[in-house]
């Protein structure tokens, strides 16, 4: 794993920032950037290889030149042990996601969902997954979920969610190795008879199907493909939740779901990013 690091103005760190989200397949793991201190921020690139730092560092000088990329090389060991260690509980409506260290501290009354960091996608503490939490949390409030799909599960915690408040799940992940942990996590969460994991493209699993909730909290350019799959497989009266999406890239997904019958009851801002809530009429 390799860290590239830079400071610079707003306006740079964001432009950076941004087209490293915009490419899809992107060559970072993770992109991050926060201020440092009051005029100066940060940019935080996690990489797997050389060859995707050299990657990053043009996609980077394209989107602003003046910003020159640091290397540093983190032992992949470290990075575990500090998301581990650092990751507090997260509280989301009804939910709190964390893993076995913070868990434990946590009093009754919420609904506790067990995820430890780790390979896979989704510890509840990423503004797209709290997004997803809260809009269940939003449906939960009018009524009952009985049949839930999560597309791109990573690790599992919306299907999770879903089904600790009564919901039968599908969860589909096309990373094999995220959809192992998925389905751990599920059996740790004593919900595995609830919780279906799918690995590899689902689309022929979910053809024909209908489910009263959809979460699909992936990247914009696979919701704005995958939109003539998913609208299908949402109910009447059903709902249909979208993330994975920075504030900039919303409105292109607002326009490849808005013509296909769906109405947008809410869209729910969480740092730089945005969960979009449909309803089927």
């Keep these: 794993m390799l860290l590239l690091t830079t400071l610079g103005t707003l306006t740079q760190i964001r432009a950076a920032a941004d087209e490293l989200d915009r490419h899809d397949p992107s060559p970072a793991d993770a992109v991050s950037w926060f201020e440092e201190k009051p ?32 290397q540093k090389k983190v032992k992949p060991a470290d990075w575990v042990a500090m998301a581990l260690e650092g990751l507090p509980a ?16 946590e009093a009754g009354g919420r609904v506790k969902v067990w995820i430890e960091a780790s390979e896979a996608f989704g510890t509840g503490h990423h503004g797209t997954t709290w997004g997803c939490l809260m809009a269940l949390e939003s449906v939960l409030r009018e009524r009952r979920v009985s049949r839930a799909l999560d597309v791109g599960a990573g690790s599992g915690v919306l299907a999770i969610a879903a ?23 599920s059996r740790q969460n004593r919900v595995a ?65 808005a013509s296909r019958g769906l109405v947008l009851e809410k869209m729910i801002p969480k740092e730089a990013w945005q969960t979009l809530v449909w309803r089927k009429p």
């Design 163 to 185: 089904a600790k408040t009564g919901a039968e799940a599908l969860a589909i992940e096309i990373d094999h190795r995220a959809a192992a942990i998925a389905a751990i996590n």
């Design 90 to 105: 997260v509280r989301a409506g009804r939910f709190v996601v964390a893993g076995a260290h913070a868990l434990k501290r």
């Design 39 to 70: 005029g100066k921020f940060r940019l935080e690139v996690y990489v797997p290889t050389k060859q995707d730092a050299d990657s990053a560092r043009a996609i980077v000088g394209a989107a602003a030149p003046e910003l020159h990329l640091i």
């Design 193 to 257: 008879n609830r919780v279906r994991v799918i690995a590899g493209d689902g689309a022929r699993y979910i053809a024909g199907q209908q489910f009263d909730l959809v979460f699909a909290n992936i990247l914009m350019r696979p919701l704005i493909r995958l939109a003539p799959r998913l609208v299908p497989a949402v109910a009447p009266g059903g709902t249909l939740i979208l993330s994975g999406l920075l504030r900039t890239q919303a409105p292109l997904v607002r326009e490849a779901y």
